[in-house]
């Protein structure tokens, strides 16, 4: 039994070149203004714009640590359908590759009617510990870009700015500079001892 469990997991390897580690969560830009340090001629307190409007737009990501490649996808909220479409995006960004996805315990992520591409195999974070996943870092900086202290008069201004941060300013480089930290690097390692496994068959 164990033999066969053996063989037919390096059957599946044998369909891809590559494994990729992938980090996935979703964050809400939108309207409500996010006021934060800026600088300022001594002895004066700055004034930023500000305004509290209740629009948004959910932004589904995932990263790879290990070369900074992405996907974000903007939908209306968050739930299976959605994650669903947005699997099938990343299924189909990388066709090659396994990719390994790791991610939260939101609802969305372990319903039984989510479909999970063949080529994506998630696995799980503890629950409540959303600093064990890097991408919250790429949010942090997408924010830190382009949304703090500024005032949209519509949301489609909203995804404009977002799009605009993430072609300009998300590079590949800065992706890999931000998340790939030293306890990431480590999955790697076993990645590399699966491809040698699948090498090997």
């Known amino acids: 039994m164990l033999e066969k469990f053996n063989r037919s997991r390096r059957n599946k390897f044998k369909r891809y070149k590559g494994v990729k ?21 001594p002895k004066s307190r700055p004034v930023v714009p500000f305004q509290r409007i209740r629009q948004y737009k959910t932004v589904y990501g995932a990263v790879s640590p290990i070369d900074g ?63 064990m996943n890097p991408i919250e870092i790429v949010w942090r900086e997408i924010r830190k870009l382009g ?21 300009q300013d998300v590079t590949n480089e800065k992706i890999s500079s931000l998340t790939l930290w030293p306890w990431v690097e480590k999955l790697y390692k076993t990645r590399i001892s699966i491809s040698r496994i699948s090498n090997a068959a």
Do not use: Y
């Open 21 to 41: 580690i992938m980090f996935q969560d979703e964050a809400g830009f939108g309207r409500i203004s996010d006021p934060a340090n800026c600088w300022a001629p």
């Open 69 to 131: 490649d992405s996907l974000f996808m903007i939908l209306e909220k968050s739930n299976s359908e959605n994650m669903g479409v947005f699997l099938k995006a990343l299924a189909e960004r990388f066709p090659d590759h396994l990719i390994l996805l790791c991610l939260d315990r939101a609802s969305w992520h372990t319903s039984g009617k989510l479909a999970v591409p063949s080529n994506i195999t998630l696995f799980h974070i503890p629950p409540r510990t959303p600093e």
């Open 147 to 167: 949304f703090k202290n500024k005032v949209f008069t519509s949301i489609e201004a909203v995804v404009q700015k977002f799009n605009e941060v993430v072609s």
